[in-house]
């Protein structure tokens, strides 16, 4: 795949319009393109300028990265370059490097007063200071608006704001006083000291013969670079000279039909478009016929630094096979073609080598007015004004007031605010004010602000503040400024990112879950709503084979950058009468309309539609996905369960039962858990993909495991095939990004975490399938589903000692590297799952049992609970699972509750407190593989042995025997091991008896 982000053609006809002035483009007239993402598919699109248009717009860092350069004439060429090395004839032609533009961008004054911010730092810059500026255009309007900086933070930031000049540069330079305009020389140089005026002599300690001599060795250096340079350039010359007279003469004279023939009478790629074949006759013309590819035996085209191969390594994936240096053979014309043409008639073959455009790595855009997201560090500590682009503010009623705190704010060099808003980093109140919750400290609780104590002002005369900040603070939110400031900056800049990008928003870019749509069943299937017919049309089904005409059809390939999704229904009206749609083909004959849909899917697919049970996938075409739109319900089921309040049937179930019910089966918790894992659910909506393709998945990403350990250095084709065919599978949305290529560990681990919740939230939606379990009206819906379960659960008394026994374990055994959040048991559960006791029995005279934590996000507890806790199935690559496929437990609440996936704005988790017969534990202390059948004769569990354990003096062991490891944290003395806390590890699920289901509150603190 081609990533030049330009592009270079001679016009193919006069109906281009430049975007820069929006006047014609006419025809073999000279345009250049900024390639953007397409709105309508997965690629991007030419925007075409006249050349003078192009490079007001941008400045591409060198010609070369501009797609199809080297396919220019020279002279245009030549313009191009001069065009960015600044000497084209209406541009300064200063030797200094300075333009008049450049002049008029830049500015030198002294600080009118002291509200100005600097860009570099984000420190406020003193009245009387010399400011430094660059112009940059407004987001709303085309005027330009001045950028401040520190002298030394302008200097820092010079090559990202691009500028090349000297002191002179800055416009007000001359108003400056001589000392100031010293200080500007020293940090950028002056006109006078970089050049070398006539006369000047050269004075240094190497002796003059060292001199001479060092002096001849470079020159002669400089003369022979120079004579490469002017070599290649002679030759670039006359090789472009020689491709344009075989072009010319082929556009003249000799007719498309016969430069297909003679691609053809040579075994080369039939490329389409009038400049494609000439540009590809005269390649062969001129440097011979391409031999073809050695690795997939394709054909190889030109392609703008390289010769690529467009043949297919599978029916998945490309050849990715690209050469600087291709095999030729002569270019053959047959007898009569050459004695017809006169373009042919002299042509002799000749072998050469072409020269190739250098392959640039990165390529570099230089807009004409950039700006540069800062990078927002916290301001400079200075002990005599501590409070030094600061601002403070204060709530409530204090020891000292208003004015006095104000006074010493100012005198340590802060800016006091009376209100409390963005700009404010730290607000000074009481313990009494927080407890009151006054609007101003709401206001601050929502900034995220510190609110700090009246000490504030005397410690930080000891030390920098975002220390005493910590110090003295006495509310339990609050993020450093700097770091506010920062998000902020960067999100801002994420969103104007966005908005450059495209003028259209690509709803594939948003994190959100799409709008609900109705879908309406007809016999068990749902028209597609995008057709607008779904009110008067119906799927049509064949009566005799039970066929369903409905398909959905994806495509994936990463090298291309294609990801492609096709849906097709044959529709029929509901009554026989007439039907329009905004996407519809229409047809007044029953056969004509299967035709055209057998027509269309052999089309996509390559397959024939009665044989596509026998389906086989082929290069470049779409591959059928075995997803459902019509035998599930839809989210509108779970609101007759959100909603039961207001049915007149009453639940049987207690209120914390019922509240816990609607938690597991909340459908949007379902979708933003696969949002985030980049599910793209305009594709694939919530509870539509079959077992069967989710066992495929877990299938390749087993493979990729495999090619990516083996170490096989030719494996990048075969991981590029895998990775096509599991995105196939698993549509994701990447926006206007690319996928990732599944080429690390680390990313199989993510999807096949992935897979497992998709397995998990798979069965809590079917379990919401109205197809399959009519709900009945007499019983309320919660109750319904509270059955499917098949697990009893019930509430524990928080007076109890049972319950208190429990939040003991919690508190104590959470650890300390995990204080980002605390934990409050908001509701406990006692479980008992139907049938799991008596496949538990044949363990119980087992040794060891302990009572352990099981963390996994809400989203999975319908299938846990339901289904049990389960171990991965064979498909599934070992990767992700540190001694192997098994049931993972822990003594730390906090190591499980890691895995709750909890946030601050979604702080609900559920976790699990299971009995664990281990009896004999094998101990580890780095990752090992291991299974059922591998564990070592005698041992019944793992035990990853952890740095940290809970504190065997506090251990709890229950009635009838179980072991609660319910100690604070302490060190288990344990050396050499890759864990800081223990992991407990069953191979027989039969070994787990679910004994408390715990519903936590996670308290963040930032």
Excluded at 494 to 522: A, C, F, M, W, Y
Excluded at 824 to 840: A, M, P, Q, S
Aim: glycine share 6%.
């Amino acid at each position: 795949m081609d990533e030049s982000g330009f592009q270079a053609e001679y016009a193919k006809s006069d109906r281009s319009t430049c975007k820069g002035c929006y006047s014609n483009i006419a025809k073999d007239t000279l345009r250049l393109a900024i390639m953007v993402q397409s709105p309508s598919f997965d690629g991007k699109i030419p925007t075409w300028y006249h050349m003078g248009c192009f490079f007001k717009k941008v400045k591409p860092a060198d010609p070369q990265i501009i797609k199809g350069f080297d396919n220019l004439r020279w002279d245009d060429q030549e313009k191009i370059r001069k065009k960015i090395d600044g000497t084209s004839k209406n541009e300064s032609n200063d030797k200094s490097g300075e333009t008049e533009s450049d002049s008029k961008n830049f500015n030198a004054e002294y600080a009118r007063s002291n509200r100005s911010t600097c860009h570099g730092c984000n420190i406020r810059i003193e009245k009387d200071l010399v400011r430094l500026s660059k112009k940059v255009s407004t987001n709303h309007h085309h005027s330009l608006t001045d950028q401040w900086y520190h002298i030394d933070c302008f200097k820092e930031h010079k090559d990202e704001l691009q500028f090349n000049g000297t002191a002179e540069t800055f416009l007000g330079f001359n108003e400056l006083n001589k000392e100031d305009q010293t200080e500007l020389k020293k940090k950028f140089g002056s006109l006078t000291t970089n050049r070398k005026r006539k006369g000047d002599k050269i004075e240094d300690s190497i002796s003059e013969n060292s001199d001479v001599s060092k002096a001849k060795q470079s020159k002669t250096e400089i003369n022979n670079d120079l004579t490469s340079v002017e070599d290649e350039k002679r030759q670039r010359k006359e090789q472009s000279e020689l491709l344009w007279k075989y072009k010319d003469a082929l556009r003249r004279e000799v007719p498309n039909d016969v430069l297909k023939e003679l691609l053809e009478h040579n075994q080369q790629k039939l490329v389409t478009g009038e400049s494609n074949l000439i540009e590809t006759v005269a390649d062969c013309m001129a440097f011979g016929a391409l031999e073809h590819c050695s690795e997939c035996g394709g054909f190889l085209i030109f392609n703008h630094h390289c010769y690529r191969c467009t043949g297919d390594v599978t029916e998945w994936t490309k050849c990715t096979y690209t050469t600087r240096t291709p095999t030729r053979k002569p270019f053959n014309i047959p007898d009569d073609i050459k004695t017809e043409y006169e373009a042919f008639k002299t042509y002799k073959y000749k072998k050469r080598d072409r020269i190739l455009a250098p392959v640039i790595e990165k390529q570099v855009t230089i807009p004409k007015t950039s700006e540069v997201t800062p990078i927002i560090q916290e301001p400079t500590y200075d002990s005599s004004l501590p409070l030094s682009g600061y601002v403070i503010s204060s709530a409530g009623r204090l020891s000292s007031s208003i004015a006095t705190i104000q006074k010493e704010v100012e005198r340590l060099g802060g800016t006091y605010s009376s209100k409390i808003d963005e700009n404010v980093g730290i607000v000074i109140s009481s313990k009494d004010e927080i407890q009151k919750k006054s609007k101003k400290l709401q206001d601050a609780e929502k900034l995220n602000i510190h609110i700090v104590s009246e000490e504030f002002i005397n410690e930080i005369k000891n030390d920098r503040p975002s220390i005493i900040m910590e110090k003295c603070k006495i509310s339990t939110w609050g993020i450093l400024p700097h770091v506010r400031k920062q998000t902020k900056v960067d999100e801002e800049a994420k969103i104007k990112s966005g908005q450059q990008t495209s003028n259209k928003s690509d709803s594939r870019l948003k994190k959100s879950v799409p709008d609900k749509v109705q879908l309406k069943l007809k016999d068990g299937i749902a028209v597609d709503p995008d057709s607008g017919l779904e009110d008067t049309c119906h799927v049509l089904k064949d009566t005799e084979t039970g066929d369903i005409y409905t398909a959905v059809l994806g495509l994936v390939d990463i090298i291309r950058g294609t990801n492609s999704f096709y849906k097709m229904q044959l529709l029929e009206s509901d009554n026989g009468t007439e039907f329009r749609g905004d996407k519809v083909d229409e047809y007044s004959r029953r056969k004509d309309a299967i035709d055209a849909y057998h027509a269309l899917f052999l089309d996509k697919t390559g397959n024939q539609w009665l044989d596509r049970k026998n389906f086989q996938k082929l290069p470049n075409k779409h591959y059928p996905l075995e997803i459902d739109y019509g035998q599930h319900a839809d989210s509108d089921q779970m609101k007759k369960i959100l909603e039961s309040a207001n049915l007149n049937i009453h639940s049987k179930l207690s209120n914390s039962v019922q509240e816990l019910i609607k938690m597991i089966f909340n459908v949007e918790n379902m979708q933003q858990a696969l949002l985030s894992f980049d599910i793209d659910l305009n594709k694939m909506p919530l509870g539509k993909l079959s077992k069967n393709q989710l066992d495929k998945a877990y299938q390749i990403l087993t493979e990729l495991q495999t090619l990516i350990t083996s170490g096989i250095t030719t494996s990048k084709t075969a991981i590029i095939d895998a990775s096509n065919r599991f995105y196939t599978l698993i549509p994701h949305a990447c926006g206007l990004g690319s996928l990732p290529l599944l080429d690390n560990v680390e990313l199989i681990k993510t999807k096949t975490e992935m897979i497992d919740n998709l397995r998990e939230i798979e069965i809590a939606y079917s379990m919401l399938d109205q197809s399959n379990n009519t709900i009945d009206s007499s019983e309320h819906p919660i109750d319904v589903h509270y059955k499917k379960l098949k697990c009893d659960l019930e509430p524990v008394d928080h007076n109890s000692d049972e319950f208190k026994l429990i939040e003991q374990y919690m508190i104590k055994t959470h650890a300390k590297t995990h204080d980002q959040y605390t934990l409050k048991l908001r509701e406990l559960f006692k479980t008992k799952r139907d049938g799991e006791f008596d496949r538990f029995k044949k363990f119980q005279k087992l040794d060891n049992h302990q009572l352990l934590w099981h963390g996994s996000r809400t989203t999975n507890f319908a299938g846990i609970l339901s289904q049990g806790l389960r171990i991965a199935p064979p498909e599934a690559p070992v990767t992700g699972y540190m001694f192997g496929k098994g049931v993972y437990f822990a003594d730390m609440v906090s190591k499980s509750a890691n895995y709750c996936w909890t946030s601050k704005t979604s702080p609900e988790g559920l976790m699990l407190l299971c009995e664990v017969a281990l009896g004999k534990m094998y101990e580890c202390y780095k990752a090992t593989s291991l299974s059922a059948s591998t564990l070592p004769n005698g041992t019944h569990s793992t035990k990853g042995c952890g740095s940290t354990m809970p504190d065997p003096k506090e251990y709890y062991h229950t009635n009838d025997g179980v072991l609660i490891p319910m100690g604070h944290g302490v060190s288990s003395n344990v050396r050499q091991t890759s864990l800081m806390y223990n992991e407990y590890i069953v191979y027989d699920t039969d070994q787990i008896n679910m004994k408390y289901l715990l519903r936590l509150d996670f308290q963040y603190k930032y």
